[in-house]
């Protein structure tokens, strides 16, 4: 039951900061929010067993890619922050602040992989997957995964249309989700 009682009180977080993005089927914001449901539900599921067994092969995995996650995710947020210039008047109504960018970033991290959040994201639900491997967990691990592929590529055609044929060659020169692999 207290299982029930946290997912439920981490949605209604995650649904009122996903309002904008839900009013809007098929924006990256969109799917980017079923990704975060299915995160939770990790989180909610191995949250007893969290450093039960630090030294395991799979809880050294899973720290080593909770670690990833909070160091793309910042990595990420400052690059977009100090270099995207976001502008408030770029908002299709699905966007937060660090996403109206202006200006196509493509050094730094951007340099390696177009999405490093959402790479983040990947991270930490692989990551909380790790802390007790199961069958269930497998499962929603790769909803989790299945989501964030459907928000970089919704958040890819919404940078082609924005930032035309430069985005187009920023995708020729990059990966998506890991450096030199995919």
């Known amino acids: 039951m207290n299982e029930l009682i946290l997912f439920a009180a981490g ?68 690059t977009l922050q100090r270099d995207g210039a976001p502008d408030t008047r770029r908002d299709d109504g699905s966007f937060y602040e660090f996403e109206k960018t202006t200006q196509l970033v493509s050094h730094g991290i951007f340099a390696y992989i177009r999405h490093p959040m959402y790479s983040s994201l990947l991270a930490l639900a692989w990551g909380a997957y790790f802390q007790d491997p199961s069958l269930p967990g497998t499962a929603v691990a790769l909803t989790a995964s299945i989501a964030l592929w459907l928000t970089a590529t919704t958040d890819e055609k919404e940078c082609l249309a924005y930032f035309g044929q430069a985005y187009a060659d920023y995708m020729q020169r990059t990966k998506r989700f890991i450096p030199f692999l995919l």
């Open 11 to 78: 949605s209604a977080v995650i649904v009122w900061w996903s309002r904008k993005p839900l009013s809007k089927p098929g924006s990256h914001g969109f799917y980017r929010f079923f990704a975060w449901e299915a995160i939770l539900g990790l989180l909610v599921m191995n949250r007893t067993v969290w450093g039960s067994a630090p030294y395991s092969p799979h809880q050294l995995a899973s720290w080593l890619l909770l670690l990833s996650s909070i160091a793309l995710v910042v990595i990420g947020v400052a």
